[in-house]
């Protein structure tokens, strides 16, 4: 076990666009929690604005959004292009009902990963690692 | 000896002569079985299992109260179920295509599916709104689309269930409107709103307005329908989102039972009604899982509670009040993306639980909905799953089938005691209301999910294809894919209402429903519906409410 444990393992957790389907944000948002990550809970109804300032002012290490409307193709790349506009630069992570031959595009946009349903919570936080660099 | 005296014997030698000495040669596959509540399920039940349990108190018989085996005398013997699928997506033109399908191959009944914009008071060309227009139902902006939607359809013959909340009042306009100028008076309309905004504070998350205004909005459109719309049921009071967002099944029943009741203290108070003036179109939206006893035990158990609560709490004399209406909707939770096709066993089996349980509308999720919107060849097989269930399979026969195993009716009891426990635990509290702004049901609900989450992981509950019987990849399945052509229709004749239409009317229609929703004591619905007759959009008339009332962020509880 590495000795330099991070110090700060601050992420930001949100529902990105209209959607209201908040159980696996918040089932991830305590997973985190349980794994020693502080996590900032956005909550429902975030516009990718939104998601963007929240994010800088917390200065977050990863931001994970979760998108079970369909419509995380225009939301993730406006998220994506505000994220850049603004010098946000941490990995994004998206979960979410996405079919599986959208995943590949929202890579290809500059996403760190895609959870699909089903993904176990200790994925979930070995990706969130990842995303800083802990593994 | 008694009877139960000698089976006791009988029962205690069996353990010890039969089922101790196979143990040790053969033990059970866990040291202890649960259902989804947790409650331990024995091996075996006996008439032991339910000493002093009164037949006639516990079950009566069906369409007498307490209604446990059913509310009416010969359920589907004589009225089966109506199949009624949550449809709509896109444009009018999309949604009315997939509604004609569905009827054409069966469906007996409409459920009507808005987008997210039109279910937050947002028109489509709103920036917030922009992304999701079409996505997870039909735009809606306005009187004009839903003329669209109900093209070839008979308004006067077909049933059709709304889930649309805060902004219900506006679009059951709209229909009342559409089904006026085609001669089919508002009188006759037959159909639901769901217009129960408690439950989308604590799970569905689809709210606008803080809670008492909203309130005030969800029971004026019951007012309403009992004055004017007789065979409307005016809401439907719903378990199913909670049950989705994380609810064991007593949570489930006691949740939505709390906000029932908050419902017609409300509607009692407001309308300074009797209570069997409006309780008779009270309904029911409860959620149908995989674990099929306990599933049909909370049916049961809510039916019973239900007649309870209206006859003793509410001194309501009308049986009518008494019987808990109820539309089910398979758990779309309990879908996996993976191996998609293994769904249809799992909500054939939960549709059966709801038809053992007695509903009297049911929704069966398609197999590809863990993944988008359903197809019509998934939908059609969702269809068939009902029709196999109602014309091949006998269990609609006769009346509640498992009424009398030792097993359901010790598990309906166990469950309606568990229920009852959270439902004092609201009362003691104040009510759903207060103990929405206190978050209790929020925080319980995002407990059991987590609890529920942490047990897949440690395989406690296995799911086939997920954490057992796993296969590497996602298949690709043929999946829908929203034509993004479709905003750029709804917004095109949206632009087209807003240049043609009088605007002299249109302001001084939004002036008045300004002016009413500031007196707390005037119906809000008339002041909506001639503003939606001016043909103010949906947006416009949410934007006056929202400057009034204000909006909602939710408590800081997680």
Redesign the interface.
């Known amino acids: 076990m590495s000795q330099m444990e991070p110090a700060r393992r601050k992420v930001l957790i949100a529902?990105l666009?209209?959607?209201?389907?908040?159980?696996g944000a918040?089932?991830i948002?305590?997973?985190l929690r349980d794994a020693g990550f502080r996590v900032v809970?956005l909550?429902?109804?975030q516009?990718p604005e939104d998601l963007v300032r929240a994010a800088l002012e917390e200065d977050v290490e990863a931001v994970g959004v979760s998108i079970l409307?369909?419509?995380h193709e225009?939301?993730v790349s406006?998220l994506v292009r505000l994220a850049r506009e603004r010098g946000l630069s941490v990995p994004v992570i998206v979960g979410g009902?996405?079919?599986?031959?959208d995943v590949q595009r929202l890579k290809d946009m500059g996403v760190f990963e895609v959870l699909?349903?089903?993904t176990?919570?200790?994925k979930v936080v070995e990706v969130f690692k990842k995303a800083l660099g802990e593994t | 000896m008694s009877e139960s005296e000698r089976l006791k014997r009988r029962l205690e030698e069996w353990e010890r002569e039969v089922v101790a000495p196979l143990l040790k040669r053969f033990p059970e596959r866990k040291s202890l079985f649960t259902t989804e509540e947790g409650i331990e399920v024995k091996r075996l039940y006996t008439p032991l299992d339910l000493e002093g349990w009164d037949y006639l108190e516990k079950l009566g018989l069906p369409g007498t109260y307490p209604f446990t085996r059913g509310i009416y005398a010969t359920m589907y013997r004589g009225r089966p179920w109506t199949i009624r699928q949550y449809a709509g997506y896109g444009s009018a033109e999309d949604t009315n295509e997939r509604y004609r399908y569905l009827l054409s191959i069966g469906q007996t009944g409409l459920s009507m599916a808005f987008d997210?914009?039109t279910q937050?008071g947002?028109d489509p060309d709103h920036?917030?709104?922009?992304?999701?227009v079409g996505?997870?139902g039909v735009s809606m902006p306005a009187v004009t689309e839903m003329d669209i939607v109900f093209r070839d359809i008979p308004m006067d013959k077909i049933t059709t269930s709304m889930t649309i909340n805060a902004t219900a009042i506006e679009v059951l306009s709209m229909y009342v409107l559409v089904a006026e100028s085609r001669g089919v008076p508002r009188a006759v309309l037959d159909g639901t709103t769901q217009n129960d905004i408690l439950k989308?504070y604590i799970a569905?998350?689809?709210y606008i307005y803080p809670p008492e205004p909203s309130m005030r909005y969800s029971v004026d459109l019951i007012l309403y329908a009992a004055k004017e719309m007789p065979k409307w049921n005016a809401i439907s009071i719903s378990g199913y989102h909670m049950e989705?967002?994380?609810a064991t099944p007593a949570m489930e029943i006691a949740f939505t039972f709390a906000d029932a009741v908050e419902y017609v203290r409300w509607t009692k108070e407001r309308g300074r009604l009797d209570v069997d003036a409006f309780a008779p179109k009270l309904t029911f939206f409860f959620a149908s899982r995989t674990n099929l006893f306990e599933q049909v035990a909370k049916f049961r158990a809510a039916r019973r509670m239900w007649a309870k609560i209206m006859r003793d709490w509410f001194g309501a004399k009308d049986p009518r009040s008494m019987i808990l209406r109820f539309h089910t909707q398979t758990a779309g939770?309990l879908?996996?993306?993976?191996q998609p096709m293994v769904n249809i066993i799992r909500t054939t089996l939960q549709a059966l639980a709801a038809v053992l349980g007695g509903t009297q509308s049911l929704h069966v999720n398609s197999y590809d909905e863990?993944?988008?919107?359903p197809t019509e060849e998934s939908v059609k097989l969702s269809i068939r799953v009902q029709q196999v269930l109602l014309y091949e399979s006998g269990v609609v026969d006769t009346v509640d089938p498992l009424g009398g195993s030792y097993y359901v009716e010790w598990l309906t009891d166990q469950i309606e005691e568990r229920a009852w426990k959270y439902l004092d635990e609201i009362e003691r509290m104040g009510g759903m209301l207060r103990a929405i702004k206190l978050g209790y049901p929020q925080r319980e609900i995002?407990r059991a999910?987590?609890e529920w989450?942490?047990k897949?992981?440690k395989g406690e509950v296995p799911?086939i294809?997920?954490?057992v019987f796993a296969e590497p990849e996602?298949p690709?399945i043929k999946?829908l894919k929203?034509d993004p052509a479709a905003r750029e229709r709804v917004v095109g004749r949206l632009r087209q209402l807003r240049e043609s239409r009088d605007q002299v009317k249109v302001g001084t229609a939004l002036d008045n429903l300004r002016r009413a929703a500031e007196v707390e004591e005037v119906n809000i619905f008339e002041p909506i519906y001639e503003a939606v007759r001016a043909r103010a959009t949906l947006g416009e008339i949410s934007g006056v409410l929202r400057e009034v009332w204000g909006v909602w962020r939710?408590p800081e509880v997680?």
């Open positions: 529902k666009g209209l959607d209201g389907h908040d159980r918040k089932v948002t305590m997973a809970y909550g429902v109804h516009s409307s369909g419509s225009e939301l406006d009902v996405i079919p599986p031959e699909l349903p089903g176990p919570l200790a | 997210l914009p937050l947002y920036s917030l709104a922009w992304y999701e996505k997870v989308e569905r998350n689809n989705e967002a994380g939770v879908l996996t993306a993976q863990a993944l988008s919107l995002a999910a987590y989450q942490l897949v992981e799911i294809g997920v954490n996602v690709r999946v929203v939710a997680f």
